[in-house]
């Protein structure tokens, strides 16, 4: 599938940054150290499902943040307590994700390490903003927590961009109906 010229460039930029390096390795390491039972190492992967788990927990996140985006568009005092409550359900449900997420991680190939910490980083600028949104909406300042809402999907779209790379581009963490990858 082509890909525009200039999300290229982007990608490439990011597989080739080894200034990144350093903070990658010591990610990697702590997450690790997190990780190191055998048994939560392999439930976080989704080895007993036969796939990570990674992609379906992000479903949760998302579908909160798109969901509460609608209800902030159409407008009305009540959608704006639903909206509220749903921003507040991707945040939380976003701790669950990335633990899946970094676990997987932590065992790729150099080029998909730097592509999986920026997508990292850009989520957590996006869950940032969540976060900045859902207090401002607490506070009764809607029109501000409508903002840093759709700045904070605008920011976990591009995070989800560089999701996508890592799995069809890069192919992190792809396997054969014979292998499941991370069964170790």
């Known amino acids: ?3 525009l010229p200039l999300l290229r460039r982007l990608t490439e930029s990011i597989e080739h940054a080894s200034v990144l390096d350093k903070a990658v390795d010591l990610d990697v390491r ?12 392999q ?7 036969g796939h990570p788990l990674h992609p379906l927990m992000v479903q949760v996140p998302l579908g909160a ?21 749903l921003v507040g359900v991707g945040i939380l449900s976003a701790g669950g994700a990335s633990t ?6 932590s065992e790729l ?14 989520n957590w600028t996006g869950l940032t903003l969540y ?27 591009i995070g989800g961009y560089l999701g996508g790379h890592l799995a069809y581009r890069q192919r992190a963490g792809v396997g054969t109906p014979e292998h499941v990858p991370f069964d170790d």
């Open 1 to 3: 599938m082509p890909e």
């Open 100 to 105: 899946a997420g970094y676990v997987d991680w």
């Open 65 to 85: 943040w798109i969901s509460a985006a609608v209800l902030d568009l159409v407008g009305g005092t009540g959608n704006a307590k639903a909206a509220k409550t």
């Open 43 to 49: 439930l976080l992967h989704g080895v007993p499902f």
């Open 109 to 122: 190939h150099r080029e998909q390490l730097r592509t999986g910490w920026v997508h990292q980083a850009v």
């Open 131 to 157: 976060g900045l949104s859902w207090m401002q909406r607490k506070r009764g300042n809607h029109g501000a927590g409508k903002l840093l809402g759709f700045a904070g999907l605008g920011v976990v779209g």
């Open 30 to 41: 702590v997450v690790r150290a997190f990780a190191k039972p055998k048994a939560l190492r």
